[in-house]
C-alpha cells in the first residue's frame, strides 16, 4: 500500500472541507444576506463559537499542509538514511491528524449543539428568544412549528441547513483524519510501500 500517497490525497481533500466549513460559519452571521442581525446580536449564540472557522477551517489546514509536504519532508534523513526518514515523517503526521480530529470534533459538537438549540427569533409575540431550546430538537422533525419564528424571515432554514452542513463536512474531516492516524503508523512502521512516482499519481 502506497501510505504517502493516501497521506497527499487525504490533505487535498482536508484542504477543501476546510474552505467549505469557514464559507458555511461565514454564512451564518448573515441571515437572509443581512448584516443588522449579528450587529444587534440577535444570532445564536452557537454561531460565535467560530465551529467551522477555526475547528473546521484553520484547525485542519495544518493537518492538510502537513499530509501533502510528506513528499518533500524527510525528517532530516535520520542521519542520512532516507527510509528511516520517511518514517519519522509519517509518524510525525499522526500528531498532526490528532490536532484535526479535535478541530473537526469541535465543529461537529458545536453544530450538534446549534441544531438542537435552534436559532434566536423574534416569535409572534413580538420577543426575542430561542423558541425551540426547550424541544430537545423535535423541531427538527415537525417544520411546521419553525413559523412561530417571525424574523429573520426562513431563519430556521437557514440555521438548519447550514449547521447540518457543518456538522456533515466535521463528521468527514473526522473520518479522514482518523484514517491518517492509522495510515501514518502503518507507514512509520512501513515506509512508504510505494515508488517515488507514484507518490504524485493523486
Known amino acids: 500500500?502506497?501510505?504517502?500517497?493516501?497521506?497527499?490525497c487525504i490533505g487535498h481533500s482536508l484542504v477543501w472541507l476546510a474552505i467549505l466549513c469557514i464559507v458555511a460559519n461565514i454564512l451564518l452571521y448573515f441571515p437572509n444576506g443581512e448584516t443588522k442581525y449579528a450587529?444587534?446580536?440577535?444570532l445564536s449564540?452557537?454561531?460565535?463559537?467560530?465551529?467551522?472557522?477555526?475547528?473546521?477551517?484553520?484547525?485542519?489546514?495544518?493537518?492538510?499542509?502537513?499530509f501533502i509536504g510528506l513528499d518533500q519532508d524527510d525528517c532530516c534523513g535520520c542521519c542520512g538514511h532516507e527510509n528511516c526518514g520517511k518514517r519519522c515523517a509519517m509518524l510525525s503526521s499522526v500528531l498532526a491528524a490528532l490536532i484535526g480530529i479535535a478541530g473537526s470534533a469541535y465543529c461537529v459538537i458545536v453544530a450538534a449543539l446549534g441544531l438542537a438549540q435552534g436559532p434566536i427569533c423574534r416569535d409572534s409575540f413580538g420577543q426575542?428568544?430561542?423558541?425551540?431550546a426547550n424541544t430537545d430538537g423535535q423541531y427538527l422533525l415537525d417544520t411546521s412549528t419553525w413559523s412561530q419564528c417571525t424574523e429573520p424571515k426562513?431563519?430556521?432554514e437557514?440555521?438548519?441547513?447550514?449547521?447540518?452542513?457543518?456538522?456533515?463536512?466535521?463528521?468527514?474531516?473526522?473520518?479522514?483524519?482518523?484514517?491518517?492516524v492509522i495510515n501514518g503508523m502503518m507507514g512509520g512502521i512501513c515506509g512508504y510501500g510505494c515508488s517515488h512516482q507514484q507518490r504524485y499519481d493523486c
Open 1 to 8: 500500500m502506497c501510505y504517502g500517497k493516501c497521506a497527499r
Open 39 to 42: 450587529s444587534e446580536n440577535h
Open 45 to 66: 449564540h452557537f454561531v460565535w463559537f467560530f465551529s467551522g472557522i477555526v475547528g473546521g477551517g484553520l484547525l485542519i489546514f495544518l493537518p492538510a499542509f502537513v
Open 128 to 132: 426575542w428568544n430561542y423558541t425551540f
Open 154 to 156: 426562513h431563519i430556521v
Open 158 to 180: 437557514w440555521n438548519v441547513s447550514l449547521f447540518s452542513i457543518l456538522l456533515a463536512l466535521g463528521g468527514i474531516e473526522f473520518i479522514l483524519c482518523l484514517i491518517q
